[in-house]
């Protein structure tokens, strides 16, 4: 095997490039790597004796390769071998190749035995996968490669896709055979590929769920194929982690069982600071960044939330802060606390409201390496698994409060009740051990109620301070909205039982139409966040709502074209290829876009929001229609516009569009002034959506993030049916639902009544919404007593 000799000017930056290289390889495969950087450990330069004696350190009869950092890097590794023995010195390589990709690239293939040559070869064309992934001009060059005699065909398993480590071991188990092996990404259609070359494989970009025809000639052919079949199948190497966020909850809104309270502080009465405070940090901070990397690696679509808190776990900013202040004399409990403390406060005082929800995120990791603290690892404490996150109604980590005691041990799952969700405890926790969530806070925009109720975790939202005992039996139906802490028990029980019969009955029916006893067939379709939603949804007919502006929430840059048409076909397989309905970016009021940051608005809900921004920046829009227009070139495809209230914008809307193909178009009705000239607007479409979250709140004048408004907020208001009816009657195209009012099975078959074919509802409810439309007679509906209610309440009683 050849030997490897990293020179640079640094000696951190050497050190950590072949840290990073070598993990790529077991290490009984490592080749020998010698370091030449930096003066000493902290002086910058290079020094050509101490190159010399690296390539003598790394000498191997199969020859070494050197690469370099910067200038005279190079001067000095030349000079170097003037030093050594000309025997020696022949059979080095000093090579142009990128000291980091170079190295990986190099370290990689150097461990499977293969020649210098072809060493520096592969270290040569270490930026290949990136130039070509952000098409610079300088593509690779490589020899064209012709698929092989016999192929197989594997898929990626990888939550990252065939990432660096993936990818490494594939070439180090190909260069191992006799054949000559490629690969093809059939989603892209990108290769052949040579599958020995981690450059090339690195082209391909192929992610999670891509096919992979791998193909091979040679005298080991048939081998080489079955041992990638193999790899694969072992997801090429990476530890199978089951998706932490999956398998959901009972999918009911209705629940009981004893309380289990985790929104008191975390316990750390018995803490004694000592003269070790700052290891004692560190440790737990170290933990804790373990538990994320982990969360983030199985959270599947949600792993963007723990990557969002390893950046606050990791912001040196703050740690110094936190040390600072230890060096002060404060333990570490108290000045981590404060430090993430006063940074939960500083986003609590932004006016935007996601942003101040974005407060819990900062807690749940303050808590996470305070409960560490409290219960070190090293201590050999019985650590909770999964860290603070997973709340535990066995009472494993259940904190007091109000001086009770959290259970000890709980026979049936609990019912968790959590001052706010954050994102982490809705990812983690199991949910075959906790019957439901009851949140204090009101607010529906924070990740954790969005992850919980994307799992079918029952949930009810905002039962603000009521007195609850840890260990009392309690209950919740969301139907109604009541939480109950002096539950009838078998009253509940019934409930319960009664629903999962009909939840059981309408998920064995829910691939079947849903046509009303009278013979109305409604589309029932689902809304989309993540792709999982698509995937785990049982009988939609489609997609009637894909809010873009959450698949990609979590990023930081604008997705390209490629990656959102990726998303996009994703849901469209998930859902069989029925028709979706993509809505262009919907932003501003309670959702910003990390990458498309707005300006303060006084009253953000009537200010730019979704349509109203992209007028002016029209950018970001033309990347996904352009986006969407792919998507529809190979599966059915709607688009639909939000926030529109005037002709004008239908028509820039179009405008920016451009021809239609076989895009299906359509606009988003929540503005009342929209509902009332829907006739106008409609002209050139071809459907229209009532977004009646949206449209309730800008009737009934009720902030839908606020509490205190919630009950005026009220969907069935006579006041939105009617606005309702008026679109139905208007439109003169076809009418669907995609709020949230469609999810509720009651309410379904009010609008089905009222002239809606199309309803998009989460998917835990689409069965029940197809179960109950298909018991409907429409036509006995009293829908003119419903439209002259008094109020929602009439209007309920009536349903
Ligand atoms: C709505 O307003 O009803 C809607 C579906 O859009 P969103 O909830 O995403 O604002
Ligand atoms: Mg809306």
Redesign the pocket.
């Known amino acids: 095997m050849i030997g490897i000799v990293v020179v640079s000017h640094s000696r951190a930056l050497g050190d950590a490039a072949v840290a990073l290289a070598v993990e790529m390889v077991a290490e009984d495969k490592r080749p020998v790597i010698a370091v030449a950087a930096g003066l000493d450990a902290t002086t910058f330069g290079t020094d050509a004796m101490a190159v010399a004696e690296a390539v003598g350190a790394a000498d191997s009869p199969d020859g070494v390769l050197v690469l370099l950092d910067l200038g005279s890097a190079v001067l000095s590794a030349e000079l170097a071998l003037e030093f050594v023995d000309p025997s020696v010195a022949e059979h080095v390589r000093l090579t142009s190749a990128p000291l980091v990709e170079g190295l990986v690239a190099a370290v990689v293939t150097a461990s499977t035995g293969t020649s210098l040559e072809a060493v520096a070869a592969e270290a040569s064309r270490g930026l290949a996968g990136k130039q070509d992934h952000l098409g610079d001009v300088a593509a690779v060059e490589s020899a064209p490669m012709v698929a092989g005699d016999q192929s197989v065909e594997v898929v990626v398993g990888n939550a990252h896709g065939l990432h660096a480590r993936p990818a490494a071991r594939l070439v180090g188990l190909v260069n191992g055979f006799e054949a000559v092996v490629t690969l093809t990404d059939l989603d892209t259609g990108k290769g052949p590929v040579d599958a020995g070359s981690l450059s090339m494989v690195a082209t391909l970009n192929a992610q999670q769920g891509h096919r992979l025809r791998v193909g091979a000639s040679g005298a080991q052919a048939a081998e080489v194929l079955a041992a990638v079949e193999e790899l694969a199948a072992d997801n090429f190497g990476d530890a199978v982690v089951v998706a932490a966020s999956r398998p959901g909850g009972s999918g009911l809104d209705v629940a009981i069982g004893p309380a289990v309270l985790a929104d008191a502080a975390v316990d750390l009465s018995g803490y004694v600071a000592g003269d070790n405070e700052v290891p004692r940090l560190d440790e737990a901070v170290g933990v804790a960044g373990d538990e994320l990397d982990a969360l983030r690696d199985a959270g599947g679509e949600h792993g963007g939330i723990f990557e969002a808190h390893l950046a606050m776990l990791d912001d040196r900013k703050l740690l110094e802060e936190v040390r600072a202040t230890i060096a002060g004399g404060t333990s570490a409990p108290v000045a981590w606390k404060q430090t993430y403390d006063t940074l939960a406060a500083t986003f609590e005082a932004l006016d935007d409201p996601y942003q101040q929800e974005r407060a819990q995120d900062v807690r749940s990791v303050r808590d996470r390496v305070l409960q560490h603290l409290a219960a070190p690892a090293s201590a050999g404490a019985p650590a909770a698994e999964g860290g603070p996150a997973e709340p535990a109604p066995s009472g494993r980590a259940g904190p007091s409060v109000d001086g009770a005691a959290a259970p000890a041990q709980l026979d049936t799952p609990g019912i968790l009740v959590v001052g706010e969700l954050d994102a982490a405890t809705a990812a983690t926790l199991d949910a075959t051990q906790v019957a439901g969530i009851a949140v204090r806070a009101a607010g529906t925009t924070g990740h954790g109620v969005i992850v919980a109720r994307s799992r079918g975790i029952p949930l009810v939202a905002g039962i603000g301070d009521v007195a609850v005992r840890a260990g009392a039996v309690v209950a919740f139906d969301a139907r109604s909205g009541v939480f109950d802490t002096a539950p009838d028990e078998d009253r509940v029980r019934a409930t319960i039982a009664d629903r999962l019969g009909e939840r059981e009955r309408a998920i064995a029916d829910a691939p079947a139409p849903a046509t009303t006893r009278d013979g109305r067939t409604i589309d029932v379709l689902v809304n989309v966040g993540v792709v999982q939603d698509a995937v785990d949804v049982r009988g939609a007919d489609g997609s009637g709502l894909v809010r873009t502006e959450v698949l990609f929430g979590n990023r930081r840059t604008a997705p390209t074209v490629d990656e959102q048409v990726e998303a996009f076909l994703a849901i469209a397989r998930a859902l069989g290829n029925k028709p979706i309905t993509i809505r262009t970016w919907?932003i501003g009021g309670d959702k910003p876009l990390p990458f498309l940051p707005q300006e303060h608005e006084p009253n953000p809900f009537l200010g730019e929001r979704?349509l109203r921004v992209f007028r002016r920046r029209p950018e970001l829009l033309r990347d996904q229609l352009a986006a969407i227009r792919r998507t529809a070139a190979e599966t059915p495809v709607h688009v639909m516009f939000?926030?529109v209230t005037t002709a004008d914008e239908v028509d820039w809307a179009l405008h920016e569009l451009g021809p239609r193909d076989n895009l299906e178009v359509g606009i988003?009705v929540?503005v009342p002034a929209a509902a009332l000239r829907v006739a106008t607007l409609a002209k050139e479409l071809d459907f229209v959506s009532i977004?009646t979250?949206?449209l309730t709140q800008y009737t009934t004048a009720a902030d839908r993030t606020n509490a205190a408004v919630a009950p005026l907020a009220d969907g069935l208001d006579p006041a939105v049916l009617q606005l309702i009816d008026q679109v139905v009657r208007n439109a003169g195209v076809r009418v669907a639902v995609c709020?949230d009012l469609a999810s509720d099975p009651q309410a379904a078959v009010l609008l089905a009544a009222l002239g809606v074919t199309e309803l998009s509802a989460v998917g835990p409810q689409v069965p029940l919404v197809k179960a109950r439309l298909r018991q409907a007679d429409l036509s006995q509906v009293d829908t003119a007593a419903a439209l002259a209610a008094r109020d929602a309440a009439q209007v309920r009683a009536l349903l």
Do not use: F, K
Request: glycine fraction near 30%; charge should be negative; hydrophobic fraction near 20%.
């Open positions: 919907d979704g939000p926030m988003m929540e977004g979250n949206d709020g």
